[in-house]
């Protein structure tokens, strides 16, 4: 009997130790992830203040690399291959399985990771050209020698600290997912900036536009959807003259009706992000000199999408953030000037309904000829299960994303058309970070942005001359009034885009009037610009709330550009509340709904944490949108359409209030202006009471917004910072809501020496067992900046100097 059950106990050990060694299916090995040699034990980090010398193939010269007290590296290096390789070999260190899982995703090869559920967005990368548009890119940084350089060098630097892992060392996810590093290649590098090109610069309204006009025709949906706002400011403000010829534009055409149902039902890009930058001139400064402060919002996530990094070598002194993964600083400073940027929103991403000769694909028509299609195959591999193989099919306008009557990935995407994509284009933003990093003045700063090209951005500047500009940069197609604002047909030439608009000729300021310069992701110019840049951007009360505060402002310090960014003031409840409230009778709001319609009247339009009248509404504001347009505008899955701007709605609401648009066409009854507001506010009062209960503190806005800041793999909540309580919303400066916000807020003051300041809500590190996963986000929380370590020399004393790394 002891012998049977002896026998019993050790077959049972070895089989699951057998099943804890191997992977099933997409499901990940335990085995090794709970081992006490290699396991998540050996991930717990303490502070290291000790110094060390590393010993690397690769370097051309000792390099110092210094840590302050947040663990942010400042490297000293001997000329300028050492810098990128001690950067990308520091980067590689601390944010790894960052790095290698971004660029996963924008390969199309997340399934190798997880299995076949990532297959959707394998293969909607794959159908974009997210692979292609990076081979172009890689081929343009290498044919430069700078750019082809410091890339080269990054992903020596980055394979350094690779070569050197072992198991136990591996970052926590790759345990957990079940997978080992590979090899850094320059490819990756262009990969992760395609991928920001894909956050930012793939939002595309072409069939939402096209169902509307479909459905309502051409001179309802001119009236719904006008190509400028009721209420703007720009960012380069009216009456900035444009000191150039302007090139041809092309003639209209009429864009292709569309006829094809859509698919499913995917978001697109967030509306909700948002970013703001600005510079004042040393006429508004307290010190005499300009100071600049950039915050660009994106999805909140950790590891943190920045990682901070001083860089110094013979041709440069730049300090700031990189994105991991990417040499360079990408937002910054130096002794001479600084930088910051926000996303233009550029209509970029264009449709073209392809016609095919035949079934066999192999030949399509554009201007009455038959031209080739070049296939590409793209190899999916799936953790657990046979490859996949999914054909792309190449015309001139780009690939053709899902094929015909293919459910698609993203809403926003229509199936069977071709994308005429930017990120398809072999742009150099690699060159344009070198030259920035070491400008001196504002002349290197307009040469640098020749060579930006996606996803364009606005250029904030400032310099130790006591200039500031501003630029809606990148490269723009040339094409005719309201391009791309719907479908376009593949068969004709003139749909095609016609060129590019040169350089020096993108929307540009400096030091105007004024004596500030800013943006906030509303539209670029006012209509007196010669070309199209898009029909839409973000709404207009952030950059309105940014323009009216920096105005006002007389002497601006550090700490007032710090409260402006952290600005909760609702400008569109103050604009709209006065005109919503008077036609909400009170005689019909009891109870519940006249508790809340007090709270809402009584409110001081702030947005802050224990505010309820924010959380009303913000409720409210959606549920009047809906009641006003759903009815005609929800077409369900088969008809995707969009709703007019908010707006354009109060436009109607001030304007024409017996508009038939504010009737319910669902409902026997005629709907007065006065019932939808009735309505949609009862709505909103019994949508939070369901989810909060009562009226009251539960209702507060920092409680109802939650915002999160989660681990990139979802559903790693122990990873993650969850309901961390913020204020600001949508449309206010501080523009936090529940899953994006500022990723990073710097401000830099100009002068001498310059001083500078920033945060990100996260830490340097992207393992959650290190003391520094997570330090700054409670600094980030209270809106307070951390001074910024700007070092001289190797040599430099100070005491938030911790530890020196030398690398041999």
């Not at 430099?796 to 911790?802: E, G, H, L, W």
């Amino acid at each position: 009997m002891h012998y049977t059950k002896a026998i019993l106990v050790s077959v049972s050990t070895v089989a699951l130790i057998w099943a804890l060694n191997r992977p099933w299916g997409s499901i990940p090995a335990f085995g090794p992830l709970l081992s006490p040699f290699v396991g998540f034990w050996q991930n717990a980090e303490t502070i290291n203040t000790a110094d060390e010398d590393v010993i690397l193939k690769g370097t051309e010269a000792p390099v110092t690399v210094i840590f302050d007290d947040l663990a942010i590296p400042h490297v000293f290096a001997q000329n300028d291959h050492d810098a990128y390789f001690a950067q990308g070999y520091l980067t590689a260190r601390d944010r790894l399985w960052q790095m290698e899982f971004q660029t996963h995703v924008a390969a199309g090869r997340l399934a190798e990771l997880v299995g076949e559920r990532a297959l959707p967005l394998d293969k909607f990368n794959r159908e974009i050209g997210m692979v292609y548009g990076a081979e172009q890119a890689e081929k343009a940084m290498l044919s430069d020698p700078n750019s082809k350089l410091i890339a080269e060098a990054y992903t020596a630097g980055v394979n350094a600290w690779i070569s050197n892992l072992s198991p136990a060392n591996y970052p926590i996810e790759y345990k957990l997912l079940g997978y080992t590093p590979e090899p850094w290649t320059t490819l990756k590098c262009a990969l992760l900036l395609k991928a920001m090109t894909s956050t930012l610069a793939s939002g595309a309204d072409d069939l939402q536009m096209s169902n509307v006009r479909r459905v309502f025709g051409a001179a309802v949906t001119n009236d719904l959807f006008p190509d400028y706002p009721d209420h703007e400011d720009p960012i380069i403000p009216p009456g900035t003259k444009w000191e150039f010829k302007p090139l041809n534009i092309p003639d209209s055409a009429d864009s292709l009706p569309i006829n094809e149902p859509l698919a499913l039902n995917w978001p697109a890009r967030d509306p909700a992000i948002g970013s703001n930058n600005w510079a004042v001139g040393a006429q508004k400064s307290a010190t005499g000199y300009p100071i600049l402060a950039n915050d660009p919002h994106l999805t909140l996530s950790l590891p943190s999408i920045w990682y901070q990094i001083q860089l110094v070598s013979p041709t440069m002194n730049a300090c700031g953030t990189s994105l991991p993964g990417s040499p360079g600083v990408i937002i910054g400073f130096n002794k001479d000037i600084a930088w910051g940027v926000t996303n233009v929103g550029a209509d970029v991403l264009d449709f073209y309904k392809i016609r095919f000769r035949d079934a066999s694909k192999q030949e399509y028509l554009h201007g009455g000829k038959w031209k080739p299609v070049h296939r590409r195959l793209e190899v999916i591999k799936v953790k657990g299960k046979p490859d996949i193989i999914d054909t792309v099919y190449y015309t001139h306008h780009g690939p053709i994303v899902n094929q015909a009557g293919q459910r698609g990935f993203r809403a926003n995407i229509p199936s069977g058309y071709a994308a005429r994509w930017i990120a398809h284009e072999p742009t150099n933003e690699l060159r344009a970070y070198y030259l920035l990093n070491r400008a001196k003045n504002y002349d290197d700063y307009v040469a640098a942005l020749a060579y930006y090209g996606a996803p364009a951005q606005n250029f904030v500047f400032a310099d130790v001359n006591k200039d500031i500009a501003i630029s809606p940069n990148g490269k723009y197609p040339l094409k005719w009034r309201e391009q791309g604002k719907y479908l376009l047909d593949g068969t004709n030439p003139a749909h095609d885009w016609q060129g590019w608009i040169p350089p020096a000729q993108n929307p540009r300021v400096k030091n105007p009037p004024r004596g500030f310069v800013s943006s906030a992701n509303q539209f670029s110019t006012d209509p007196t610009y010669p070309y199209y840049i898009n029909w839409q951007f973000a709404p207009a009360e952030r950059g309105m709330r940014i323009n009216q505060r920096l105005t006002a402002m007389p002497r601006v310090t550090v700490d007032s550009m710090r409260q402006l960014q952290n600005d909760l003031y609702n400008l569109r409840a103050a604009t709209t509340l006065p005109a919503l409230l008077p036609a909400l009778k009170a005689s019909e709001l009891k109870g519940e709904y006249a508790k809340a319609l007090n709270t809402l009247t009584i409110w001081t339009y702030q947005n802050d944490t224990s505010s309820i009248g924010a959380t009303i509404f913000t409720e409210w504001n959606r549920q009047l949108m809906d009641a006003i347009w759903k009815d005609e505008f929800d077409r369900g899955d088969t008809l995707l359409t969009r709703l007019p701007s908010f707006d354009r709605t109060m436009q109607l609401i001030q304007r024409d209030s017996t508009s038939h648009w504010l009737d319910n066409v669902n409902t026997p009854a005629h709907e007065s202006l006065s019932d939808v507001l009735i309505q949609s506010f009862r709505t909103s009062c019994d949508t939070l009471a369901k989810k909060h209960g009562p009226i009251g503190p539960a209702w507060a806005w920092g409680k109802h917004k939650a915002t999160s800041i989660r681990h990139l793999v979802p559903g790693l909540d122990a990873f993650s910072a969850l309901n961390v309580q913020m204020g600001g919303g949508a449309g206010i400066v501080n523009a936090t809501t529940e899953r994006t916000g500022p990723s990073w807020r710097m401000v830099v003051e100009l002068g001498p020496q310059p001083k500078a300041y920033g945060v990100y809500p996260g830490g340097q590190s992207g393992n959650p067992g290190s003391p520094y996963y997570q330090d700054m986000i409670e600094t980030w929380r209270m809106g307070k900046l951390n001074e910024l370590l700007f070092l001289q020399s190797a040599q430099d004393k100070n005491p938030r100097i911790k530890r020196r790394m030398i690398l041999k």
